[in-house]
């Protein structure tokens, strides 16, 4: 299959430029800088400045100009990987904006397919920052009265990002609702209806804690050219925590074994660790002997090439011996900071993730008053590493 889609990058070669951003209006102070996402042929940088401001960002000879007081800076039409040192006018160079970027190395072969991943868009929730208890960590934010709630507000930008891209799925990995009742599932429905059926959805505990009969769904596959997408129930009635019963263990592994393309595996919650020196049946993630289970399948299969999850809100990748090394992915939350979702391309010899925060200015600012929960930890709990956001994996 040729590679007919747009904007994507040409076949590698080692090049190095040099990044100049420089600020139109000096007086302008940036903060929060950050180099969200890089792929093969592209990177963004994302900041706000104290008043309105044209940031004029530059990657060798191509160059993006940003306005205003939240900066969503995408300079595309780079090469494969290739490094280049990166500057932001006013910005020292930080573990977040670091002085250099290279960009993702392009898998063998064509490109197959491509999908978007969202998870924790928790419609009806009114309060952000509450984990329970009688105690709360705070700050706590709400919407202020007459405006669009914060969760159809993240959502709707995702949406817009992603309709405007070239997907050919869509898969949002549970936590579809914040009480899990139908009126909140129908408005997820309504509002993600509108990628039409390429949308594929699984629940999380916010569903299966409250009700057994709220996107109940099931396991299912989502098969495109390229790789099969697996989607796993890991939620069930009255727990937090995920579980997977012996009828779809068996499932899975019978799936992964009829395959005949490589399978990715996406599910609500993360993997517990096996190298944990506590085996605890109330982990946050899925129980020790279920999460144990996926990994021998995994590593019964060189075919399978990742575990993904949400549920954590935060972006990370761990990797397990006994699951052969694949990533094992989580990703941030898109209800809040950082606006969270990620896309991933597939070609004949491996794939992309690419992690995406949402672009709207509105969505933008939300997620800015987010970054500061949970007593100010939020941003470096959930942000995470470049590399646990953006990599490439081989087959």
């Known amino acids: 299959m040729e590679n007919v889609r747009p904007n994507r990058a040409p076949q590698p070669r080692l090049t190095r430029y040099v990044l ?6 000096a007086m302008a102070t940036v903060f929060n800088a950050e180099l969200y996402t890089v792929g093969p042929d592209e ?3 994302t900041f706000t400045t104290d008043s309105d401001a ?8 191509r160059s993006v100009t940003t306005e205003g007081r939240l900066h969503h800076a995408t300079v595309q039409g780079l090469e494969a990987d290739t490094t280049y040192a990166l500057r932001v006018d006013g910005v020292v160079p930080d573990r977040l904006c670091p002085a250099e970027v290279t960009t993702l190395a392009l898998p063998s072969g064509s490109l197959r397919s491509c999908f978007a991943t969202v998870n924790d868009v928790h419609f009806g929730e009114e309060l952000c920052g509450l984990i329970g208890g009688e105690s709360e960590v705070g700050p706590v934010f709400t919407t202020p009265a007459g405006q669009l709630p914060y969760p159809r507000l993240m959502n709707a930008s995702v949406i817009a990002d992603i309709a405007g891209g070239d997907f050919d799925a869509v898969l949002v990995k549970g936590d579809l609702t914040s009480q899990g009742t139908q009126q909140e599932y129908e408005q997820f ?8 059926d390429r949308m594929h959805h699984v629940r999380g505990n916010h569903e299966s804690y409250y009700s057994d009969d709220v996107a109940n769904l099931g396991p299912q596959i989502v098969a495109l050219d390229g790789v099969t997408n697996v989607l796993l129930d890991t939620a069930e009635l009255r727990r937090v925590n995920g579980h997977l019963g012996h009828d779809q263990l068996q499932w899975l592994e019978a799936v992964c074994a009829a395959s005949q393309q490589p399978v990715l595996i996406f599910g609500h919650h993360q993997l517990w660790d096996p190298a944990s020196d506590e085996r605890n049946e109330n982990t946050f993630g899925v129980v ?6 996926i990994i021998e399948i995994i590593g019964r299969h060189s075919h399978v090439g990742g575990y993904f999850a949400g549920h954590t809100h935060r972006n990370r990748v761990r990797r397990f011996s006994g699951a052969r090394n694949v990533p094992i992915v989580e990703v941030a939350s898109t209800k809040e900071y950082p606006g969270a979702w990620a896309e991933y391309r597939v070609y004949d010899g491996g794939y992309l993730q690419i992690g995406r925060r949402a672009s709207a200015p509105e969505a933008m600012a939300w997620a800015e008053r987010t970054r500061g929960l949970y007593a100010g930890l939020y941003r470096d709990y959930s942000l995470g590493a470049l590399s646990d956001r953006c990599f490439a994996h081989l087959w």
């Open 54 to 61: 044209a940031v004029t960002t530059a990657v060798g000879e």
């Open 288 to 293: 020790p002997g279920a999460s144990e289970a």
């Open 189 to 196: 429905l309504q509002a993600y209806g509108a990628l039409g």
């Open 20 to 25: 100049v951003a420089r600020t139109v209006h």
């Open 43 to 45: 990177v963004v940088v």
